[in-house]
């Protein structure tokens, strides 16, 4: 897998002087082909969607919709259950003001958890104040993963959705989604599930699941920003209103109604992000080309488990998040120092060209759970190497050893 390491212009440029790339929870790097199918498509192709008439128009609008079938292929739905949208954040936030906002009552109950992104909380809590919705979050045990038996305590008939993260961007846990799905639909819960950490590291296929809504990001999966996905399965689409209203999305107009297309193409209104959906679709389809899932798997939890080794001999350094999971089947290690603030350990490994993330990763209620500010994360993905983070190892040594 170590040899795509060529593909990415990011990693071996000059001026970059080998950076070390370890904050690909935040967004990954690109691959020339991604960068290329993007620039060749305003070299070549650059034409509306879905209205010319003319040739050009209708080879763009080809290869916007071939985009679609790729991703549709790829997370195992159909074409039209999959909408583009800037990415998980506004996918959620969709699903948040053209269902939720629609279908809930008050004294409905959304389930989320104490592990979410602010993007898989802020849009409930709106509803909770607005709509008098009440919000309750599955808490987490001491190691950092979901509590489950509270999870299922929580539970009821009034609960109308479980919206869940499929793993922690700020400490790796990885949800059991097939147990919280499970539960969910006992009471007929819908739902929603935050892949953003999860599609392009691990396998993954909607048909084993039953997924209601599914939101990832492009720019984590090698591709470009303000692309994302949002899975609407056609059952709930009944239910889902259009997020927007405008052109693209609209049968018929008169003065004072109007008629909506079918999905997907009544949830897009306005011109769409056409370059950054064929540079996503050419992203998927280098992980399908390049990335074997159980690989993958194995090389970056061996990254966390040698990380997390080493960073256990500090008695001042406090491993956030399930150690063996982590070792097993992760790819973010997450820690703090009682000696070292996070910004302080980020800025001295800048200085060795070692991009770590370090804050509270737009997870304050985790933080605020656990009685810590923020942390160090590294977050790994395919074109790591054991030797970079030998590297980091031996910056954070010479740093602790002073
Ligand atoms: N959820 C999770 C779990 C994430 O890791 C992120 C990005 N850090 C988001 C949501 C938000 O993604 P985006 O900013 O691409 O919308």
Redesign the pocket.
């Known amino acids: 897998m170590l040899n795509i390491r060529k593909d990415f212009p990011y990693l071996k440029s000059k001026e970059l002087d080998s950076i070390i790339y370890f904050d690909n929870?935040?967004t990954s790097q690109k691959p020339y082909q991604v960068i290329e199918a993007i620039s060749n498509y305003y070299a070549y192709h650059n034409a509306p969607v879905h209205r010319g008439i003319y040739s050009k128009s209708e080879q763009a609008t080809t290869l916007y919709e071939e985009s679609r079938e790729t991703v549709s292929k790829f997370i195992g739905a159909d074409k039209d259950e999959i909408i583009f949208t800037?990415?998980?954040?506004?996918g959620?936030n969709f699903i948040a003001q053209s269902w939720a906002s629609y279908n809930l009552k008050p004294g409905d109950e959304i389930i989320i958890s104490k592990l979410?992104?602010h993007?898989?909380i802020l849009p409930w809590i709106r509803l909770m104040q607005e709509k008098d919705i009440v919000l309750k979050y599955i808490p987490i045990t001491n190691n950092f993963e979901l509590d489950y038996k509270a999870y299922t305590k929580l539970l009821s008939n009034k609960t109308k959705l479980v919206s869940i993260?499929s793993?922690?961007?700020a400490v790796g846990s990885i949800t059991d989604l097939d147990f919280i799905i499970k539960h969910a639909k006992v009471y007929n819960a819908k739902v929603l599930v935050?892949a953003?950490?999860t599609i392009g590291h691990r396998d993954f296929n909607l048909k084993n699941l039953n997924i209601d809504f599914l939101a990832f990001?492009g720019?984590?999966i090698l591709g470009p920003t303000a692309i994302?996905v949002l899975y609407i399965s056609k059952d709930m689409q009944k239910e889902v209103r259009p997020y927007q209203l405008g052109g693209g999305m609209v049968l018929d107009v008169n003065d004072y109604d109007f008629i909506s297309l079918n999905p997907p193409n009544c949830y897009q209104a306005g011109t769409p992000a056409i370059a950054q959906a064929i540079g996503l679709s050419q992203a998927i389809k280098y992980i399908s080309d390049n990335i074997d899932y159980d690989l993958l798997k194995k090389h970056e939890s061996a990254l966390c488990a040698y990380l997390i080794q080493e960073l256990s001999k500090f008695d001042h350094i406090k491993i956030l998040g399930p150690k063996d999971q982590l070792s097993n089947s992760g790819h973010i290690v997450s820690f703090v120092s009682t000696l070292y603030h996070p910004h302080d350990i980020a800025f001295y490994l800048d200085q060795f060209n070692i991009a770590v993330r370090a804050g509270n990763?737009?997870a304050q209620p985790l933080f605020k759970n656990i009685g810590i500010n923020g942390s160090v994360r590294a977050s790994f993905y395919i074109y790591n190497t054991f030797e970079e983070v030998e590297t980091l190892v031996k910056a954070l040594n010479k740093l602790f050893r002073k």
């Open positions: 929870a935040s800037k990415g998980t954040t506004e959620i979410e992104h993007s898989n993260t793993c922690s961007n935050d953003a950490q990001s720019h984590k994302g990763h737009c």
